[in-house]
């Protein structure tokens, strides 16, 4: 099964995320065709996604609690897009310290 990018799923997931985060910034990469032929996509169907999100409420957040959040905003809707999803989730005064 080929895995071409799929721009509708990448719109969806800055959809969710917009609508449950309110991010500042938010960057979205789909990584599919870098991961075609892999042993554990095939036959899934979904894509392999970067996510850069920088929003308020991850302020004072662990990095497991924003991972959380990232994927209570993507919820069961996703399941079946989303075979892989990277995530860099920070706070705005994270990014701007660096």
């Given at each position: 099964?080929?895995?071409?990018?799929?721009?509708?799923?990448?719109?969806?997931?800055?959809?969710?995320?917009?609508?449950?985060?309110?991010?500042?910034?938010?960057?979205?990469?789909?990584?599919?065709?870098?991961?075609?032929?892999?042993?554990?996509?095939?036959?899934?169907?979904?894509?392999?996604?970067?996510?850069?999100?920088?929003?308020d409420c991850f302020s004072g957040k662990s990095r497991v609690a924003r991972h959380r959040m990232v994927n209570a905003a993507l919820g069961d809707a996703f399941k079946d897009?989303?075979?892989?999803?990277?995530?860099?989730?920070?706070?705005?005064?994270?990014?701007?310290?660096?």
């Amino acid at each position: 099964m080929s895995q071409q990018p799929r721009p509708d799923r990448a719109i969806a997931i800055r959809a969710a995320l917009e609508a449950a985060l309110n991010p500042k910034l938010i960057e979205i990469e789909d990584q599919s065709a870098q991961h075609a032929g892999h042993a554990g996509v095939q036959g899934h169907g979904g894509g392999h996604f970067a996510v850069h999100i920088v929003a308020d409420c991850f302020s004072g957040k662990s990095r497991v609690a924003r991972h959380r959040m990232v994927n209570a905003a993507l919820g069961d809707a996703f399941k079946d897009a989303i075979h892989a999803l990277s995530i860099r989730a920070e706070a705005p005064e994270e990014l701007h310290s660096k």
